[in-house]
């Protein structure tokens, strides 16, 4: 066992670095994604990354799959995070492309695989219901062949990012009759320029619109769109949230996080001295590094296991857990540290006319609204109670 | 030991529980919020009507003779419909300078006008630098000639924007963060080289960046001893926090009740969430931060107007129990209501946006433990 980097992982940690430094567009580098920001922005680093070929790194080879090992891959991450580079949205990369290459049919593969590579096509995730959250079995959204179509017909919620989409993996009910819930659900990609779709974005408590209710009425969708076999869509769902669920804790860019609150806290002044020399407010600080790297290495096992040939399992359920409470606890903490300059509300000043600078410091200026946002962290994925109720089932054997 | 209201303290509660209801229902507050002006002044004139903005004041200074727990109880019903006019800043804060300090001239001039709700303030005391300590002030107060001349900035003035008048603190001598030379003000917002930039909060209230560009302030704008403020400014942000400590009671009573009925209501598996013990159990533990955290306002409430040491120990207490418990309990809020308790369109939100502030207000919980240790080992 040995933690340190070999001198090939250093001299591939300096090539990525290099090629972040000369590539990376300059007017992105304020870095962090803000809700106001275009698709274009979004999508630019993907689409260097894809002609690069380093947009999918943990797909396999034969994909476009970089071949890296967990520790390159762990490496592509952290360098990624020192410039809070805005990475590839993950439905494409990590959601719907797996399901793709392992469970789609070739012409799905040969459709598909190469706009999630490039960047060029925007894919959503329509699994949640207003009905049907936690309990995702429970799904209504029905689709009922006709011919060589599916009609769907239902509604989505929830849906992230859905007004720039032009595809969506939806998961729809074609057995109603199953005996049970999760049988008789099939796993559907659809254009979500066909005509029935109707998306409507939802304000959040941030103050931002990034997920939306996605209404499908009459949706004709070619059946050559399913995925895998009708009404074993559960599986694929499965396999999906086992993958969304390990990006999902973050490390990476949370590291990043520490640091950036570690110069917050030095330049913020507690009784004349940084407050970063404040012992109460320091030891914070290190708690918060001291569980991350337990999920640091925690997760380094886990891609190891993965490497070795065991897939995601329901260990991806404590990174879930502890990656997003330590997001949460990350961006408190940086709340706190900006004290009475967290208050004012940036977004709604555009509205009053007043922004011609800024109100207190740069970084206090959205240390609310991404506290506030951050809360989505333990409900969305799978709620944090249903990651415990996982581990409960799978792990304990309760 | 008396926990109990008097039938006046019922009465006012109840009428105030009828007042907040008819006006602060979640789509009334939205649009109010979002106004042009972010509040609205007939709420304010109603509140003077109901005699409130005269409550803590004595008889004599045309008040109703009220004390702390009248203020208690009126921040509380303000705390459950997430009440955004300016009452603690005109009345708790500025009300609470002229009645400790205020000369007989000072009080017939200001009082009259907090009472019949013209006159509306806004306490300016944070700096950008300062953080929570009120002596950490850049901002000075030159004598000239009889008066005195005022240059600073002063961070995020709660209800600034509707204010007619401030209340300022400033550096009148002595180094930054001496605890003497520091002086208190009241000066009129309309006077030469007062400069603001209003903004809304995230709590959806009203706030300003307030800059003083030699502001010239006659001798008797300065309230209290000059210098000798630091005690003054402690007692009375000592009441604000009291205050304070009701409005977010009330403010986690409605958090915690909506969170009780949603659990009912929304089903999954088959069942209502409420159901599954680990959710119950969690709403156990926000019922009983909400429990203590009411003891803790009232022992603050009920300790202002003991000792100075007395005083600080019991308000840092609630201040850090109760900075904790919002927390607490604004976050359990939102993750029992799933994904709708993220939107902007539910009233929890709301609730939630106003627990997260409060902890900055007047020194959050870190400040108020140091205070807490430094008193309780000193
Ligand atoms: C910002 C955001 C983005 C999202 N993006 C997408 C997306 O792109 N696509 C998509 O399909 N969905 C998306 N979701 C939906 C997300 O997956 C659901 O919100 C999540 O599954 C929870 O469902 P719910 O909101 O209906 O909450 P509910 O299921 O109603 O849960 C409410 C509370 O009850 C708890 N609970 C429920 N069941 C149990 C149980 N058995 N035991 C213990 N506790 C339980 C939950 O943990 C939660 O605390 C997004 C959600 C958010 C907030
Ligand atoms: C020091 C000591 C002194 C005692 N003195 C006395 C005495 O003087 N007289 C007397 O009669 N008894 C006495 N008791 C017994 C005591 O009342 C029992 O230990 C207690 O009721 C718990 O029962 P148990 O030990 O069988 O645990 P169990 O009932 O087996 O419980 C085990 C665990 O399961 C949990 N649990 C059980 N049911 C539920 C549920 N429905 N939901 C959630 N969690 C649950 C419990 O909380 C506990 O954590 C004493 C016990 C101790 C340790």
Known sequence: ?398 | MDFNFTDEQTMVRDSLTRMVRENYDTDTRRAAIGSDSGWRPEVWAQLAELGLLGMPFSEEDGGFGGGAVDSMIVMEEFGKGLVVEPFVPTVVCAGGFLKHAGTAAQKEEHIGGIVDGSRIFAFAYAEPRGRFDYADLETTAKKDGGGYVLNGHKAVVIGAPWATHLVVTARTSGGQRDSDGISVFVVDKSSAGVVTRDYPTVDGRRASEVYFENVAVPAEALIGEEGKALPLIEVVTDEAIAAQCAEVCGAMKVAHAMTVDYSRQRKQFGVPIGSFQVLQHRMVDMYTEYEQSVSMTYLATLKLGESEVERKLAVSAAKVRIGQAAHHIGQEAIQIHGGMGMTDELAIGHYFKRLTVFDAEFGNVDHHMKRHVALASG
């Open chain 1, 1 to 398: 066992m040995n933690l340190e980097f070999t001198p090939e992982e250093l001299a591939f940690r300096d090539e990525v670095r290099s090629f972040i430094a000369e590539n990376y567009p300059k007017d992105l580098s304020s870095g962090g994604m803000r809700d106001d920001m275009s698709p274009e922005e979004l999508t630019a680093w993907h689409k260097i990354l894809g002609k690069k070929g380093w947009s999918t790194p943990a797909w396999p080879e034969q994909y476009g799959g970089t071949g890296w090992t967990p520790t390159q891959r762990y490496i592509w991450s952290e360098e990624n995070a020192r410039v809070n580079a805005i990475m590839p949205l993950p439905f494409g990369v990590s959601m719907v492309g797996p399901v793709i290459y392992t469970f789609g049919s070739e012409e799905q593969k040969q459709q598909h695989l190469p706009g999630i590579r490039s960047g060029d096509v925007w894919w959503c995730q329509g699994y949640s219901e207003p009905g049907a959250g936690s309990d995702l079995a429970s799904l209504t959204t029905t689709a009922v062949r006709d011919g060589d179509h599916y009609v769907i017909n239902g509604q989505k919620t929830w849906t992230t990012l859905a007004q720039h989409a032009d595809w969506g993996f939806f998961l729809c009910r074609t057995d109603p009759d199953a005996a049970k819930p999760q049988e008789g659900i099939s796993f559907i990609l659809i254009d979500m320029n066909t005509p029935g779709i109707e998306v409507k974005p939802i304000k959040l408590i941030d103050g931002g619109y990034e997920v939306n209710e996605t209404w499908l009425t009459d949706v004709r969708v070619p059946v050559e769109n399913l995925v895998g076999e009708e009404n074993k869509g559960w599986t694929y769902a499965k396999f999906l949230l086992a993958h969304e669920r390990s990006g999902i804790a973050g490390v990476a860019r949370s590291k990043r996080g520490v640091e950036q609150l570690r110069d917050i806290a030095k330049s913020e002044q507690l009784d004349g001295k940084p407050l970063m020399s404040d012992f109460d407010f320091a030891r914070k600080v290190s708690q918060l590094e001291i569980d991350l790297s337990a999920l640091e290495i925690t997760e380094l096992r886990t891609l190891a296991g993965e490497q070795a040939g065991k897939g995601p399992g329901p260990e991806s359920s404590i990174l879930k857990i502890k990656g997003t409470e330590i997001q949460q606890r990350l961006t408190e903490l940086t709340l706190e540290a900006v004290g009475h300059y967290g208050t004012p509300y940036y977004a709604g000043m555009s509205d009053m006319g007043s922004n011609e600078y800024p109100i207190g410091p740069d970084y206090a200026q959205h240390s609310a609204a991404t506290y506030f946002n951050m809360r989505k962290t333990s409900i969305y994925g799978g709620s944090n109670e249903i990651q415990r109720n996982i581990i409960t089932k799978m792990i304990l054997g309760l």
